[in-house]
């Protein structure tokens, strides 16, 4: 619905207009209670209208790569690099940064493009000035700054995501299950592997929230390490039995583990035990910057 008015009187003098939206708002409110109308509420519409993924047998590949780069950087929140590019990564786009000097002078950007489904660049790359300023690198460093304040803020944001993870975790040791399980919650998780197949990252995109964590942000339980070594636990068709300790008798020293064998039956005792938090982070961005390091090197080799 739509309310059109003039802005001059019947003595053609000019209209005060400046608060012509807020009662333009309250009036189409009025009018949709009062006719049983359909709300034109922001947050509806963006519930009804999901982003979807960039498909470029859609054409006009700038426009759908444009339309939903802007659309995450604005409703979701991120802490980090890798936790943006694997919110891209969802919905088919993939962000690489550029440096270099021209003229003497440090240049720092962005270039988005459009994947396959397997996560293949295909067509040619937009750079981030060529789509919009919120989305370029100064952009992006301001709500990673934003989402680090507001997780602080708000801590339940993250403690809904872990406990919903958590809970799906106990109940399967298969990641496909588990990837399933998770989707009909509301939560994406978009792992990273080696070439030899071994999780070096994990991602959670909770879509409820609109927040996205590194594993190792929710907890050490849920560091890429621990949830490699919980799907590859040598117990294909059992489900999770929950570990409890009675209370009287009080926590297992390392060196009771040591004596009881669980650290020889499985290393790092379920990956309970491992680092987590930033340090872990930070090791499978290293890691990932190594395998791209890599892959350029094999590919200058080829030519």
Do not use: W
């Amino acid at each position: 619905m739509h309310i059109v008015t003039i802005r001059v009187d019947e003595n053609g003098k000019c209209l005060d207009s400046r608060y012509n939206y807020h009662r333009s708002k309250a009036i189409t409110r009025d009018l949709e209670e009062k006719y049983n109308l359909h709300k034109a509420d922001r947050k509806q519409r963006q519930a009804d209208n999901p982003l979807r993924k960039v498909d470029i047998s859609q054409g006009n590949v700038k426009k759908q790569v444009a339309n939903t780069v802007k659309s995450l950087c604005a409703t979701y929140r991120f802490q980090s690099l890798g936790e943006y590019r694997a919110l891209l990564s969802l919905y088919n786009i993939s962000l690489e940064e550029v440096r270099g000097e021209v003229g003497g002078r440090e240049y720092h950007g962005f270039v988005y493009s459009a994947t396959d489904g397997l996560g293949n660049k295909v067509g040619n790359p937009f750079k981030a000035s060529k789509i919009d300023k919120s989305v370029g690198v100064e952009a992006i460093e301001k709500r990673f700054a934003y989402s680090t304040k507001k997780f602080k803020e708000e801590k339940k944001l993250s403690e809904m995501t872990r406990h919903s993870v958590e809970a799906v975790l106990k109940q399967t040791y298969h990641k496909d299950k588990f990837v399933e399980l998770l989707k009909a919650k509301g939560i994406d998780v978009v792992f990273r592997h080696t070439a030899d197949g071994r999780i070096y990252g994990a991602t959670f995109i909770d879509h409820r929230t609109q927040s996205v964590f590194n594993g190792s942000r929710l907890g050490t339980d849920l560091s890429a390490n621990a949830l490699q070594e919980h799907f590859t636990l040598p117990y294909e068709n059992e489900q999770p039995i929950p570990l409890a300790i009675p209370k009287e008798d009080g926590a297992i020293s390392e060196q009771e583990r040591h004596d009881s064998g669980l650290f020889d039956e499985y290393g790092s005792g379920l990956g309970l035990m491992s680092g987590g938090g930033p340090s872990n982070e930070a090791q499978e961005a290293a890691f990932d910057r190594e395998l791209r390091r890599k892959k350029k090197k094999r590919k200058g080799r080829s030519l």
